[in-house]
């Protein structure tokens, strides 16, 4: 990130940690803002109780307004972050909004990481009703996201021996998965990239956990928001006690993207598969970029990729009912 686009950050920051109301003294002015991302896809910067982010270049002013509108709509509360009303502005063609800052889920403390509130999130986010708010919503954009790490990889790593392997993942998958075709399930309401880095507690520090991140929400099938642990389960990178419990406690609070009484994988076996190919994609792409062999966790979903291509084509997928 230039020095540019942080002072352009950092001013937006100061203005909404700034915004009329009742607030407590602002104990970072005088200070450096904090970055607290610095990506392609999402530049954030930090001053005090507020956060700014620049949105990636290239994004759809009507989808980005239409996503930051639902965010901030009343039968969101509780489920989403809530947008700060600061007015329109850019950096350098990219989009910047403003967020109240939370406390993100702890790297370093895996066993405290909140996966039955996520679980409970996702559901109530998927059981709101698309048309009691603002539109046209847009589609969700996981699928659109893992064709652009095929991209990604492409551009860095054709040549390392495992792309192909990705590939034939890559092209064992339906058209909707990658990017080619709408869903077959485009009715709800889904996050479209779902971890826990997309969590916050708010307020500060022990608020309850709300999603944030809304560049890839909009309507589609609410199973891809489940398929990153899916997929991390079926690599054998999620023990299974902690799939159980995610899973368990999405379908106590009623979430839609799987049956509640009957096997979870028909609907949840294209997007894990999907999400599989685009982790590994991306490690691929960042391996060589970083001119290292694939780690132990990156190795693991090439080796799932391995196994997603090789399957008989009467288990290629199922459809969603």
């Known amino acids: 990130m230039t020095a540019s686009v942080v002072r352009a950050l950092a001013d937006a920051a100061r203005d909404a ?11 970072a002015c005088g200070r450096d803002e904090a970055v607290l991302a610095d990506r392609d ?6 001053h005090g109780e507020a956060v700014a982010k620049a949105h990636a270049p290239g994004t759809d002013p009507n989808g980005h307004r239409a996503r930051i509108a639902v965010a901030a709509h009343p ?7 809530p947008p700060l009303p600061l007015r329109v502005r850019d950096v350098r063609g990219r989009p910047v909004t403003a967020w109240p800052y939370g406390v993100p889920v702890d790297a370093a403390d895996p066993d405290a990481a909140p996966w039955e509130d996520a679980a409970v999130l996702l559901a109530r986010l998927h059981r709101v009703q698309p048309a009691a708010l603002p539109g046209p919503i847009p589609p969700m954009r996981g699928p659109a996201k893992a064709a652009r790490a095929l991209a990604r990889m492409r551009a860095a790593a054709a040549d390392h021996p495992a792309a192909a392997t990705v590939e034939r993942a890559w092209g064992r998958l339906p058209a909707w998965a990658r990017d080619e075709a709408e869903s077959p ?31 890839d929400l909009g309507l589609g099938d609410p199973a891809w928001d489940l ?11 999620l023990p299974p006690e902690i799939w159980q419990r995610f899973l368990g406690a999405y379908s106590a609070a009623d979430g839609p ?8 994988w028909p609907q949840l076996d294209v997007p894990a598969r999907a999400l599989t190919v685009q982790t590994a994609a991306l490690a691929l792409a960042k391996s060589a970029a970083e001119h290292r062999d694939p780690d132990d966790v990156e190795q693991a979903v090439i080796d799932a990729c391995a196994r997603i291509a090789c399957l008989p084509p009467e288990l290629e997928f199922e459809p969603p009912s």
């Open 17 to 27: 940690a700034h915004l009329p109301g009742p607030r407590a003294a602002c104990r």
């Open 41 to 46: 896809d999402g530049a954030v910067v930090r």
């Open 75 to 81: 039968r969101l509360a509780g489920i989403l972050l």
């Open 185 to 215: 399930r485009r009715t709800a309401l889904c996050h479209g990239d779902l971890h826990l880095g997309q969590l916050v507690r708010h307020p500060a520090p022990a608020g309850p956990w709300l999603l944030i991140d809304v560049d």
């Open 227 to 237: 398929a990153r642990p899916a997929a991390w389960y079926a690599a054998g990178l």
């Open 257 to 264: 993207a799987v049956p509640a009484d009957a096997d979870p």
